[in-house]
């Protein structure tokens, strides 16, 4: 580390260059390949169809919601990254929005992990990764809890399909392989989040790291209080989800079961959260969990999808690129100003 802060700084202004043009252009690829998809050209056809003025209001809400979706997320982040660093809730806020940006560029959580430290002073980076992971596993712990509630009354009020899937000669429903991935997941991540010594103690074991995990179990030992409220904040980032998604059917849908599509929105957000990314097959999966959750009541596929595109529209591209315009003056991995909100 010493060897590469030293050669950083001894080629300061070309390395910043490089690494910013870098930045620049897996962005720009990244952001190119998404709005190539087929289904994004499609979901602005029916945007431009079906909004009118009097839907407005219900975009506008959902913009709204977008504010308190990441204030929570930082509320979090916030609460755990106190033991290391002494930060405000906007700098806090900020370094949420650095996570999302890096998230645009770098795939799965490893965003966040390079993208909130950067708000800590240089020292305290590696340890904001790990607290930056650890906050990113309560929400796979408080997602998944919540969907199986939603997943439970869709299933006990019947209005879940009872397709199945043959598998190993067995005929499994698809709502019953949700049930069992979500269960598997809970308890695993529900383990590393009440115990993350344990991951910490693992890892340290490998000669190169234990220095770094060994300094980092120290900011991990947080009290039940505190992780019970962490869960509750990841909980109502999960409601607040569900209700984006399902101001947004009033856009593309003039007609539709108002009550069973809130329950059913929670199903689609349980399902797309505990199966696992599949890189540039996610849109065939999305695609297949969005018709298999509301198949017993709609079959219009192509407004299923632009509301999936317009969640992620405004709810993950807007602030990432806001974050990214934020990060450019605070890019240097090795050197912080303090920043200002």
Known sequence: ??????????????????????LAVLLFYNLYAKFSEKGFQETLEIFQREFSPDKLYYLLFVIFLTFF??????????????????????????????????????????????????????????SGSGIAYYVSIVQKVASPLMGMIFLAYAHYYGFLSKEKLSFLNLGLSIAGIIVLISIIDVVFWLFMYLKPEVMVN????????????????????????????????????????????????????????????????????????????????????????????????????????????????INLLIPSLFGFYLMRKTINPFKVKEAKF
């Not at 998230?103 to 590696?126: D, H, W």
């Open 1 to 22: 580390m010493d060897k590469l802060k030293a050669f950083w700084n001894k080629h300061h202004k070309i390395n910043i260059v490089i690494l910013k043009l870098g």
């Open 69 to 126: 979706n990441w204030g929570f997320e930082t509320l979090k982040f916030y609460l755990c990254v106190q033991r290391l660093e002494k930060i405000s809730f906007w700098l806090a806020y900020r370094a949420i929005l650095y996570g999302n940006a890096m998230n645009l560029i770098f795939p799965a959580s490893i965003g966040e992990l390079t993208g909130r430290p950067l708000v800590l002073k240089e020292e305290n980076r590696i």
């Open 202 to 313: 693992w890892l340290a074991k490998v000669k190169s790291l234990k220095k770094i995990f060994e300094s980092l179990g120290v900011f991990l030992h947080y009290n039940l209080a505190t992780k019970l409220t962490l869960v509750g904040i990841g909980s109502i980032r999960f409601f607040i989800f569900v209700t984006q998604y399902w101001l947004l059917m009033f856009i593309f849908f003039n007609e539709f079961p108002y009550f069973e599509f809130y329950i059913l929105c929670g199903v689609y957000f349980l399902a797309q959260f505990v199966i696992p990314s599949m890189g540039a097959l996610d849109v065939g999966i999305r695609a297949n969990l969005v018709l298999f959750v509301f198949s017993l009541y709609t079959k219009n596929f192509a407004q299923l999808m632009a509301v999936n595109y317009l969640i992620w529209i």
